[in-house]
């Protein structure tokens, strides 16, 4: 059970490219989002989904777009990188089940730097 | 808007020692709140989460009281060690996923 798994570890990128941040959960959950980090502050939600097919927007989606095609994986795409983009990037899973809070599992972290 | 604040940034403890780290809330609406500790380089660790409905819960080690009358959160850390030391988030939510997460308290641990 590898749990909440995020890749690439590390990125760097030009201003105007794209990419895509990857995440997979392997705990069979219904609920998966995004958040980012930045320095010296809590996080912050971009996106999240409650199950396949599903997706809405966090506190801060300007720029993010996500889909969820399977339970398993979430992957967050930026389509023209900015230098405010420029954080540490979260990936969160958590089961619906019994509809009330449950604890959230979080990945190891993406650190972008966008020049 | 609704946020959820630390008070202190910075809070340096002895080994050994307890350890309080408070947060100030505002959203009313919010039914749980929960505590995270992150260590450098690492995502989010769930600590401890308290529902609204209650006013303490104990863990190892940790124990999270809530005031809903002054809508303030804290953490107590007993007998504080080295592993203790890292960036301690509250985190409050009104719904099953949503998060809103507090600034961020930076523990350090001294022998």
């Known amino acids: 059970n590898a749990g909440v798994t995020q890749t690439p570890k590390f990125q760097v990128l030009k201003t105007g490219q794209s990419m895509t941040l990857q995440c997979a959960q392997d705990m069979n959950h219904e609920y998966m989002s995004w958040y980012r980090q930045d320095p010296g502050m809590g996080l912050r939600l971009i996106h999240y989904s409650v199950g396949a097919g599903i997706t809405d927007q966090g506190e801060v989606p300007n720029g993010y777009n996500v889909s969820r095609s399977t339970t398993e994986d979430f992957p967050l795409r930026l389509l023209s990188a900015a230098p405010s983009q420029t954080s540490v990037y979260f990936c969160?899973?958590?089961?619906?089940?019994?509809?009330?809070?449950?604890?959230?599992?979080f990945g190891p972290g993406t650190r972008l730097t966008v020049l | 808007g609704e946020s959820v604040g630390l008070h202190l940034p910075t809070l340096s403890v002895q080994e050994g020692d307890n350890s309080i780290i408070n947060c100030a809330y505002s959203n009313s609406a919010s039914d749980y709140f929960i505590w995270y500790k992150q260590e450098s380089g690492k995502g989010p660790q769930f600590i401890i989460d308290?529902?609204?409905?209650?006013d303490k819960r104990q863990g190892q080690r940790v124990t999270v009281l809530l005031n809903k009358t002054v809508k303030h959160l804290s953490l107590q850390i007993a007998a504080t060690q080295p592993g203790d030391s890292a960036v301690y988030f509250c985190a409050e939510t009104d719904s099953w996923g949503k998060l809103q997460f507090g600034a961020g308290t930076q523990v350090v641990v001294t022998p």
């Open positions: 969160a899973s958590t089961s619906l089940a019994g509809g009330l809070y449950n604890e959230q599992f």
């Open positions: 308290i529902r609204s409905n209650m």
